[in-house]
């Protein structure tokens, strides 16, 4: 069999594989979800393991052939466990969503109850949103933040439980920029003789770096993605004590997954190899020094912030309160027209569609791992402000591009 370049059997797709190379190059990556993974990772994600069937766990498969997916999938297991001090860890969901499903069906029945943080407030839509499966086959309800501080209401969590009696209470977000308490959120798991799921998905790296405070021996089950913060293969994971590791691995196959994504786990094992390292300690570090700056600078401007700051790798700004009439939408597209990629985010007591929303997110995993300090980042955070006090203004527009153009090029990325 001969093999050819995907440019010489497709150059459709080689011209826009090599054009993305070029965007992530030439932009500043500041969507708080992703990140930049390593070569290595890279080359696992697209490795012959991707030819690979392999329903089962190490050891115990349902096809031949699978001495080294074994040795793969238990070594990202292991080092998963180094990294977070899980009991035990499911690596093959295929997604943070997929990894909160698989939590769901080992321990909830359709119709039991889920309590879990509005989408408008920071929560995720596989938290029990009414269009996502969760929200179709659990009966959901909701909190929010508090509204004067934007930080989680402890008490009114509490309070809520007693009242709704949920099976299991959600806890960990998608645009929440402070520290969560979870021995707070499991007092009031505890009072309504629930489960609590904790979803790391966007500080896994934060998390196995202690820059955030860990949930793994509060809450009972652990889930995160794998590409965020952690900055490894592409998908998921699923943490929890050995007491529901059958009915959890149970639920990802046979009962919601087929065949594990070989070379994405392989991806995961190199990537918390290298997280393993000192350095990576460093990294996480410095996301959150970066955040901290890029809020100071947001607000040394004018803008208003969600609970008024960070601690961790997102900015959330609140449009409203300085520009009443540009939109998170509004912001994102004149963000992009200068090479800065962010996106809109829905703010608590939302008013407009999630598609315009009110606010923007702004996230600092990206820029760090490509080498942004906090000089870089402060200057990221003057020029946002630049674009958005001045939309439409194309002698502006034309000064913020080049700035942006001249920071990516002092911090180069895949050379
Ligand atoms: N898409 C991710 C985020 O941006 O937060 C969540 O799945």
Redesign the pocket.
């Known amino acids: 069999m001969e093999y050819d370049t995907i440019r010489a059997v497709d150059p459709d797709v080689a011209d826009a594989l090599e054009a993305e190379v070029e965007r992530e190059r030439d932009t500043l990556e500041m ?4 990140n930049f993974v390593s070569e290595a990772v890279l080359e696992a994600q697209g490795s012959t393991l991707t030819n690979k069937y392999a329903e089962g766990y190490p050891g115990e498969r349902y096809y031949g052939g699978c001495e080294h997916i074994d040795t793969v999938e238990s070594l990202a297991i292991e080092r998963a466990k180094e990294l977070w001090g899980a009991e035990h860890v499911n690596v093959q969901p295929h ?3 997929q990894a909160n499903m698989g939590v769901y069906l080992s321990v909830l029945e359709p119709g039991d109850k889920i309590l879990s943080l509005d989408l408008t407030h920071g929560g ?3 938290h029990g949103h009414k269009v996502n499966f969760a929200g179709k086959l659990y009966e959901v309800e909701q909190y929010e933040v508090d509204p004067e501080t934007g930080y989680l209401d402890y008490d009114e969590i509490y309070a809520h439980a007693e009242e709704f009696d949920p099976d299991i209470i959600v806890s960990g977000y ?2 929440y920029p402070r520290q969560v308490e979870w021995e707070r959120i499991q007092e009031a798991a505890d009072a309504a003789d629930a489960y609590h799921l904790a979803d790391i ?2 500080i896994t790296g934060l998390v196995a770096a202690g820059e955030h405070p860990s949930p793994v021996g509060i809450a009972d089950f652990v889930t995160g ?1 794998t590409h ?1 913060t952690i900055r490894s293969g592409r998908g998921g994971i699923i943490m929890c004590d050995e007491e529901y590791a059958d009915a959890v691995d149970t639920a990802v196959i046979p009962g919601m997954q087929g065949g594990p994504l070989m070379h994405n786990i392989a991806g995961k094992a190199v990537g918390f190899k290298e997280a393993l390292e000192p350095e990576f300690g460093e990294y996480a570090a410095q996301t959150v020094e970066n955040a901290k700056i890029l809020a100071q600078t947001f607000q040394d401007n004018g803008f208003g912030l969600v609970s008024g700051g960070t601690d961790t790798h997102l900015v959330l700004v609140d449009l409203r309160e300085s520009h009443e009439d540009v939109t998170g939408k509004d912001a994102e597209e004149a963000l992009e027209d200068v090479g800065i990629v962010l ?1 809109a985010n829905t703010v608590p007591g939302e008013t407009r569609s999630p598609f315009v929303a009110s606010g923007i ?1 702004a996230g600092t995993p990206a820029l760090t791992t490509r080498g942004f300090d906090a000089d870089d980042t402060e200057r990221v955070g003057e020029l946002i402000a630049r674009t958005i006090n001045h939309i439409g203004d194309e002698d502006v527009k034309a000064e913020v591009a080049e700035e942006v153009q001249a920071l990516c090029d002092a911090n180069p990325l895949y050379e």
């Open positions: 969507i708080a979800s992703e997604s943070g969503s995720h839509l596989s998608s645009a998905a966007h993605s965020k996106n997110r």
